[in-house]
């Protein structure tokens, strides 16, 4: 094996790890909640020895902030994946709310950013201001969606887009939030009555 190959080989497998450190991370937070993320349990949970996950994040304040920059990137490759700035302004807020209503009954990454957020709130801790920049974007990722819509014709005139996009927000906000509460909770029929009230709501036709 060539010193070129040996590199990328050891770089796939630091990479590989990292990966099923952070995946044991979302797994630990979704399930027992920020304080149960420590790096015996990332230990635990992923096959790897604690002292990997020290020398990978350094302190778990690493830790968090790289699995919220991880959850950002899964984001962004959801709204690319399905191309929804590409679709006409209602379907593509329609379509993110039902991903976004779907993942969460589904994946433990919801589960764990909207563990990870509530924990940032409740310690008043330097993630708040994170939290705040990335709410921010998706806020104005709707209300793009709504004026675009409002050009197409698709989403009534009369609405105002930054508060339907706070609205939007909200909405996604509240179900994460009641989940937390009730792990048993039926999304199923709150994603659809969203959908249709969404639907009613901004739709001009």
Not at 36 to 63: C, D, I, M, N, Y
Not at 89 to 95: D, F, P, R, S
Not at 185 to 190: K, N, S, T, V, Y
Request: charge should be neutral; proline fraction near 2%.
């Amino acid at each position: 094996m060539t010193a070129r190959a040996a590199r990328r080989t050891q770089a796939e497998r630091s990479s590989k790890s990292e990966r099923s450190l952070l995946q044991a991370a979302i797994d630990v937070i979704a399930s027992s909640g920020v304080g149960a993320a420590t790096f015996e349990a990332l230990g635990r949970e992923s096959g790897f020895s604690r002292g990997l996950a020290t020398q990978r994040f350094g302190s778990k304040q690493k830790l968090i902030e790289a699995v919220l920059a991880h959850l950002h990137e899964r984001q962004e490759a959801m709204l690319v994946e399905h191309r929804l700035d590409a679709r006409p302004g209602l379907e593509a807020i329609l379509t993110y709310v039902d991903l976004a209503v779907r993942d969460l009954a589904l994946r433990n990454e919801a589960r764990a950013y909207f563990m990870l957020l509530s924990s940032s709130v409740a310690d008043a801790s330097d993630l708040r201001e994170g939290f705040r920049g990335s709410h921010a974007e998706v806020k104005q990722r709707f209300k793009d969606w709504v004026e675009k819509g409002q050009a197409e014709g698709g989403i009534r005139a009369d609405v105002d887009p930054d508060a339907a996009a706070l609205m939007i927000g909200c909405l996604l906000f509240g179900l994460s939030m009641q989940l937390l509460v009730d792990p048993a909770m039926d999304l199923a029929p709150l994603r659809e009555t969203s959908l249709s009230m969404l639907r009613i709501s901004l739709s001009a036709a």
